[in-house]
């Protein structure tokens, strides 16, 4: 079994910061990919980052140069640093992982069931 889980959501003013954690734990011989996406009512999940095993990062244009991914490979787990938070931010944040849980699968996507942001006054 794998288990994804988030943590750190919460409500924050506009203009503040905040850092989610996310962490995979169970059967797992590798990450490839692990990334945080999100999803706000009436909208479609977005890709927020993503980061590789090897520390290339990724970002959607609207969080450049105010979120920043980190990827801690032997705990398995990824932070996302929020700052200069905007209510357009508020959403459900996803961690999603590209995990391989023994030698002979393949790799497989996992997903979190999300945390709430919610960057309001």
């Known amino acids: 079994q794998v288990q994804i889980v988030e943590s750190g959501g919460g409500l924050v003013q506009p203009g503040g910061s905040l850092r989610l954690s996310c962490a995979a734990s169970?059967?797992?011989?590798?990450?490839?990919?692990m990334g945080w996406y999100r999803q706000a009512p009436g909208n479609e999940r977005e890709l927020v980052a993503t980061a590789t095993s090897d520390g290339n990062t990724n970002y959607a244009d609207s969080v450049k140069g105010r979120f920043t991914i980190s990827r801690d490979n032997a705990k398995n787990t990824i932070y996302l640093q929020m700052s200069s938070l905007k209510p357009d931010d508020s959403a459900v944040y996803y961690c999603n992982a590209d995990i391989k849980k023994t030698r002979a699968t393949p790799y497989r996507q996992y997903w979190g069931k999300g945390t709430l942001v919610t960057v309001s006054s």
């Open positions: 169970g059967s797992i011989v590798n990450i490839k990919i």
